[in-house]
């Protein structure tokens, strides 16, 4: 990590002078040795050191400090930021309905992935799954088992589709964020859970959980400008238009 940090310094000199901040930087560890893809890592350390460089508060000095602890290696830049995480009450109340409608969103995006896999588990006709007799003694015709999984397929295809039309009514939108923010939504719509959130925006995108905290709100308040708050994405709307395409018939 030392040598990496070192490195990465080195190659950003002219961007770090050009910038006028001073980094002072300490390497306090003995063993720095760390197991991993070590493009990936200089990629995260000059995005680090690229977002201090870009959030500073001019005149400040930027800390780059390498610390061990329990046989792990810790990576410290410590930064005044040049702005306040202030927000009014009224932008506070904006960035949360956001939230909750990101949050519907991702509802569908998981109900749709499971019923995705629900899907795929179903046997095609010409499987070799399908035998008169099934478990447990009891039987039933092949061939009422195959109409059955065809249908079974059809209505769980339907229910797919309704959730797709709401998706891609909103991903477009995306498009008019910037690309940072842009990555951030749809991760958080598409991810399945916080942790596969942060893994992607890091692994993907080399977005930090500190990066992240930081830019959700003002993404959020970005793309309020382009939503239709009065038809808001809704999971229990989804399937009750289900039912009712269904009873229909």
Excluded: W
């Excluded at 930064?79 to 932008?91: G, H, L, Q, R």
């Excluded at 008019?176 to 692994?203: F, K, P, Q, W």
Aim: include cysteine.
């Amino acid at each position: 990590m030392k040598r990496l940090v070192e490195q990465t310094l080195g190659d950003m000199a002219d961007q770090i002078e050009e910038s006028g901040f001073a980094i002072r930087y300490q390497c306090e560890a003995t063993h720095t040795r760390f197991i991993g893809d070590s493009s990936r890592m200089y990629r995260v350390v000059q995005n680090v050191i690229e977002n201090a460089l870009k959030y500073s508060l001019k005149g400040t000095r930027i800390f780059l400090r390498i610390t061990e602890a329990d046989h792990n290696i810790k990576l410290e830049v410590i930064n005044t930021a040049s702005y306040e995480m202030n927000f009014t009450e009224e932008e506070k109340e904006t960035i949360k309905e956001v939230k909750d409608y990101l949050k519907e969103l991702r509802k569908i995006n998981l109900e749709k992935f499971s019923l995705s896999f629900e899907i795929e588990d179903i046997p095609s006709p010409q499987s070799i799954k399908y035998s008169d007799e099934m478990p447990g003694g009891f039987s039933k015709p092949k061939g009422e088992q195959i109409t059955s999984n065809m249908l079974r397929r059809e209505l769980l295809n339907k229910r797919v589709a309704l959730f797709n039309q709401e998706l891609d009514r909103f991903m477009p939108l995306l498009y008019l964020l910037n690309a940072g923010h842009r990555n951030i939504i749809r991760t958080y719509v598409c991810s399945r859970g916080y942790s596969e959130m942060i893994r992607t925006l890091d692994e993907s995108y080399c977005i930090s959980v500190s990066t992240y905290k930081r830019e959700f709100p003002k993404a959020c308040l970005e793309l309020a400008k382009y939503l239709d708050m009065e038809h808001r994405p809704s999971l229990e709307k989804l399937n009750n238009i289900f039912y009712e395409m269904i009873g229909d018939k």
